[in-house]
């Protein structure tokens, strides 16, 4: 089973200028749609759920026994991160008691000096159990399940201080948000990714990746950051396509109202952003990781 808390495969991808994806599961047929497009283009793969998607989805044993049998059940060979997105830290320790192989303790809304004991008790309790830990120094913008952030720029000093704990990876808010980004943006704050990239030597995190421009998160990659977060451009595709399907009035064809049917054109739209995605944030394929590590 090539399930993996991932730590090498990021620290890889940082020394190599690179990033891998992480991409929020919903359902069967997102984890089916991600799956598959790590597998055809033979890269290692992060699936996260939020908790509001672990929630919908029935809890995190499910989810995490859900991606385990599909990785089964597809044949998968590629490595694959079952990771905890934008956890609090009851939901850290519920999906670490799951069997997640990462998780993320977001304590950005707690007091700094809170957020850095609450970390370094995830980290002692995943580590344990060789589970990899992402924390977040910063606010990031826009709304993920109820989490609200306002965008802040992250401290160069609380970002050295939260390194220091001992997570594997650290996401920090450099002006990027959640959800789709409004027309009155003034873009990725490149100076302040340079200042905490020569500080802090980890794979760093770049939440909200739908949105940005191509160029900026390319440079971003190129700066250290190892790990870009996918949810939002994802659904928007599924979207598209599903409705375009039922505009067609495909779905009064026949069975064309099977889920089965009625699903596909969303789910391979899934699988189509992901392989486009992957492709030009330079993903390496699991042939060349090792000789990175």
Known sequence: MPLVHGTELFQAARKGHYAIGAFNTNNLEWTRAILKGAQELNVPVLIQTSMGAAKYMGGYELCKQLIEATVKSMAITVPVVIHLDHGDYEAAKEAIAAGYNSVMFDGHDLPFAENVEKTKEIVALAHSKGISVEAEVGSIGGEEDGV??????????????????GIDFLAAGIGN??????????GLHFDRLQEIA????????????????QEQVEKAIHMGISKLNINTECQLAFAKATREYIEAGKDKQGKGYDPRKLLAPGTQAITDTFEEICGWMGTKPVKLVPQEL
């Open 148 to 165: 609200v952030g306002e965008g802040e720029l992250a401290s160069v000093e609380e970002a050295k201080t939260l390194a220091a704990t």
């Open 177 to 186: 948000i959640h959800g789709q980004y409004p027309d009155n943006w003034k």
């Open 198 to 213: 020569d500080a802090v030597d980890l794979p760093l995190v770049l939440h909200g990746g739908s949105g940005i421009p």
